[in-house]
């Protein structure tokens, strides 16, 4: 299916398209462009809308006998004043005063709207929470480009679910999530919310192999005193855990790419490259949700930031050794699931004819074999014993990302055997001058799980580091694969590798080939097979490297290996037949199953990687893996419960679009309660991001969606009720 039919339908009026993105919609030739604004008067003062009818002092048109829900062949289109009708919307609707509607208000759920032909005199009721949340979103929205009297096609209001989400993704929450670090920004992007020093300030960490970035914000300082921004070099051992450790007394950004460009006046200067941010409190660069949102951008053409992202991530491997957690100095020692192979090569599918586009691929292929190398295939990340991967990053102490009185019921003990108070013991416990073997252990797995980005789960709780898990050795696969065909395929099966992207204990130059590679991927799968795979229980499972057995949680991790390649065609029928049944719920895949995260309550509280929830990477690298295998209509039936829950919360909660969802709960899957709760909920009248790999999600299952399929979830038509409804009338 191409992407090209998946972007939101245009359908045009007489004047202008009802369903333009907003700064088109709402932008300057708003009233123009409606050919019968010219009847009102073009001059506006205290007392008339512009363009449009006087305004009585009470804000209202002027009054006049009303026709109800008058009937017309031509598209509805409705005249109204912004403020006054918002204050009505919100007083009489949001009930719970959140500045949303959404099913839990208590309102009429009905108003009436004039409409454009009677010159507002003649009414039409606009009824039920959807129409109405999509009100309030749209007169937010106005409100936002300073229109006090506007002309709203009603198809706006009553717009098909799917292809409004789908619409809003495309032409808003992927500019609402796009990011630059530069000059214009370095003031509000350089300050952090986690600084818990005395004197917060916005600061950026210049690594030695970027000179140029050093002077340039060197001089953005020098020219903006009130900024009071502090560039620092890194040292050039930067992932060193005591210089880590010791950067938190003044943590900053660490610098990502940027690119040169001319000015108007001929003049050249450094800007920032653009990257995608997942949303919510996350607002740095980060790592595998920047893969999962890229396979969104791709189908909706925006490869100019997908190929942007994967500059940024080889100029940190470059610099920083590895593709980080996200850009701060505390996430120097911290990475995250390996994506990079493919996505440069998704990116370079798509620019294989423009100039420099293998260039561009060497430079992704060669971040990978250093990052493959020094990262993963290294100590402390490599068992050697399995010759497997794990998730084992470096660091001291307590997570500085995490304020300290977070871990208080871990600590406080600690402090109480010391004789020490809670702030005196964490400084004497981050800076060694106590020895605490055990909170040591507890750290390290706290950091592998956070490295791991399933933060957190009774799958790696307290156990994290040990674990040879199955996702990060299905990804490494994938790379060992990935390197073997570019090196072949592209560069005449021999890359030479330059010295800053040869790792320890290579020679500056020394050639790749594609069959090294190839014997890694062998070699992996074997030890994957001896290690992970189960055959009874018809999964893989993490394998404790130092209880020397697998743990037997079942986790949607288990479908890693088919989107990789690993798994044998045996292995993946065995999964779709033992594993998908285990896991397969009302909203699609669960992260694990309810046996294996045991019973919960009051001093065992859910975990958000954990079931009931669901979570979008789990979904769209199960779709992509089913279909690999062929198993296509598991994996639209898949995509068709994931995208059925967040079209219904969409549409019952005023434009919802969240971080993670309660796979089980068919109402208000939104609501989740796990720690950390549900980054993408909190916004006032609209909805401006979603959330990243979220949206990424719902614009890459729709390519996988037949068009009866995407009707039958506009209707808002669960899994169970389509299937019947298919099968009465014999077409499946």
């Known amino acids: 299916m191409s992407s090209q039919s998946q972007k939101p339908r245009r359908i045009s009026t007489a004047n202008i398209d009802p369903y333009a993105a907003a700064h088109i919609y709402y932008g300057d030739t708003h009233h123009r462009k409606h050919d019968r604004a010219r009847t009102y008067s073009a001059h506006a003062d205290g007392n008339v809308g512009p363009n449009f009818l006087p305004i009585r002092g009470d804000g209202k048109f002027p009054g006049r006998r009303i026709s109800h829900d008058e009937v017309s062949l031509q598209p509805r289109r409705f005249l109204i004043h912004v403020e006054p009708t918002l204050k009505t919307l919100l007083s009489r609707e949001d009930t719970d005063n959140n500045c949303q509607i959404t099913i839990d208000d208590q309102g009429p759920k009905v108003l ?25 979103q749209e007169l937010t929205l106005a409100q936002d480009y300073g229109r006090k009297t506007i002309v709203l096609d009603e198809a706006r209001l009553n717009e098909n679910p799917v292809n ?42 210049v690594p030695k192999g970027a000179p140029e970035q050093y002077d340039y914000y060197t001089r953005v300082a020098k020219e903006h005193p009130e900024m009071r921004l502090d560039v620092q070099w890194l040292r050039e051992d930067c992932g060193d855990d005591a210089y880590v450790r010791d950067l938190n007394a003044a943590p900053g950004l660490l610098a990502i790419a940027m690119e040169e460009v001319t000015d108007a006046t001929g003049k050249k200067e450094l ?28 189908i ?45 090569l998704r990116v370079y599918d798509r620019i294989r004819h423009e100039p420099g586009a293998l260039d561009f691929l060497r430079e992704a292929t060669l971040a990978a074999i250093k990052e493959y190398y020094t990262v993963w295939m290294s100590a402390p990340r490599l068992d050697p014993a399995t010759g497997l991967s794990r998730y084992r990053p470096g660091g001291f102490g307590v997570p500085p990302e995490t304020e300290a009185s977070h871990f208080e019921h871990i600590l406080m003990p600690y402090a109480k055997k010391h004789g020490m108070t809670f702030e005196e013991f964490v400084d004497a416990y981050n800076y060694q001058r106590v020895s605490e073997p055990e909170l040591d252990e507890y750290f390290l797995h706290d950091r592998a799980v956070r490295e791991s980005g399933h933060d957190t789960s009774y799958r790696l709780e307290k156990v994290a580091a040990n674990l040879a898990v199955v996702d990060v050795n299905a990804l ?15 560069f005449n ?33 074997l030890a994957a097979d001896k290690y992970l795979w189960d055959e009874a229980a018809g999964m893989y499972f993490d394998y404790d490297t130092v209880k020397k057995e697998r743990t037997g949680y079942e986790s949607a991790t288990t479908f890693w290996p ?29 992260s694990g199953s309810e046996k294996s995260r045991g019973p919960v309550g009051i001093d065992r509280p859910n975990r958000q990687w954990d079931y009931p929830f669901g979570w979008a ?40 679009v969240v971080e993670k969802y309660d796979v089980t709960r068919p109402i208000d899957p939104h609501k989740v309660e796990a720690e950390y709760g549900n980054q993408g909920s909190d916004f006032k009248g609209v909805p401006r991001e979603g959330f990243g790999w979220v949206n990424a999600s719902y614009i890459y299952g729709l390519e996988l969606l037949s068009a009866h399929q995407k009707r039958a979830i506009g209707a808002l038509t669960p899994w169970d009720s389509f299937v019947k409804a298919t099968e009465a009338l014999g077409l499946v």
């Open 617 to 656: 990477p789990q979904q769209i690298l199960a779709w992509v893996g089913l279909q690999r295998y062929g198993y296509e209509a598991d994996a639209q039936r898949l995509a068709y419960r994931w995208m059925y829950m967040v079209t219904k919360a969409f549409v019952d909660f005023n434009g919802v």
């Open 476 to 490: 490494l696969y994938k790379y060992e694969v990935d390197i073997g065909r570019i090196i072949r395929g592209h």
């Open 112 to 136: 009436s709207l004039g409409t454009l032909a009677s010159n507002a005199h003649n009414k039409f009721d606009v009824r039920g929470t959807y129409m109405l949340s999509n009100l309030l």
């Open 271 to 298: 800007k920032g490259l653009p990257f995608v941010v997942p949303g919510g409190r996350f607002n740095e660069l980060y790592g595998w949700d920047s893969y999962m949102e890229s396979l969104g951008l791709l």
């Open 300 to 344: 909706n053409d925006r490869v100019d930031l997908v190929k942007a992202m994967v500059t940024h991530f080889c100029f940190c491997i470059k610099h920083y050794g590895k593709i980080l957690n996200a850009n701060r100095t505390y996430y120097l020692c911290r990475s995250q699931p390996p994506f990079l192979t493919d996505m440069a």
């Open 164 to 205: 409004r989400l789908a619409r809003l993704i495309t032409y808003s929450f992927w500019d609402g999530l796009t990011r630059r670090i530069d000059g214009s920004n370095i003031a509000q992007v350089g300050r952090d919310p986690k600084d818990w020093t005395a004197d917060p300030r916005p600061r950026i960490y």
């Open 562 to 590: 088919m989107w990789s390649g690993l798994a044998t065609p045996r292995q993946a029928s065995v999964l779709v037949e033992q594993a998908l049944p285990k896991l397969e719920a009302f909203g699609g895949l669960v």
């Open 493 to 525: 099966d021999k890359m030479q590798i330059p010295a800053e992207f040869c790792g320890a204990g290579k020679k500056p130059n020394y050639v790749e080939t594609s069959a090294d590679w190839e014997r890694r991927a062998k070699k992996r799968r």
